[in-house]
Nanobody, 116 residues
C-alpha cells in the first residue's frame, strides 16, 4: 500500500526558512517523479514543484522560483522541499504527490504558517 508522509511544517517569521520532508513507502520510490503541492485557505490546490526520477530535472511555480528547492534521496525514499525567504503568502498546507500507473497518491499534508 502506497504511503506518503510529510513532515517539517511549522510557524516561521517572514524571511525565515523551513525544510519539508516526504517519506514514501509501499512502492519503488526511485521509479517515479514526485511533486509538492500546496493549498491555502479558500484557494485551489497549487503545484509548487516537480522533480524527476533521479532529480536531474526540476520545475517550479513562478511564485517560488529562486526561493524553494526540491530534491530527493532515493536511498532514503524521501523527497524534500527547502523553503527560504518565506513570505506570508506561502502560508498553506503542503502536500506531496505521486502518480503511479495513473493512480494518484497524496500525503496527509503539513501546515506551514508564515507570520510575524
Amino acid at each position: 500500500q502506497v504511503h506518503l508522509v510529510e513532515s517539517g511544517g511549522g510557524l516561521v517569521q517572514p524571511g525565515g526558512s523551513l525544510r519539508l520532508s516526504c517519506a514514501g513507502s509501499g512502492f519503488t520510490f526511485s521509479r517515479y517523479a514526485m511533486r509538492w503541492y500546496r493549498q491555502a485557505p479558500g484557494r485551489e490546490r497549487e503545484l509548487v514543484a516537480t522533480i524527476s526520477i533521479f532529480g536531474s530535472s526540476t520545475v517550479y511555480a513562478d511564485s517560488v522560483q529562486g526561493r524553494f528547492t526540491i530534491s530527493r534521496d532515493n536511498a532514503k525514499n524521501t523527497m524534500y522541499l527547502q523553503m527560504n525567504n518565506l513570505k506570508p503568502e506561502d502560508t498553506a498546507v503542503y502536500y506531496c504527490f505521486t502518480n503511479i500507473l495513473k493512480n494518484e497518491y497524496w500525503g496527509q499534508g503539513t501546515q506551514v504558517t508564515v507570520s510575524s
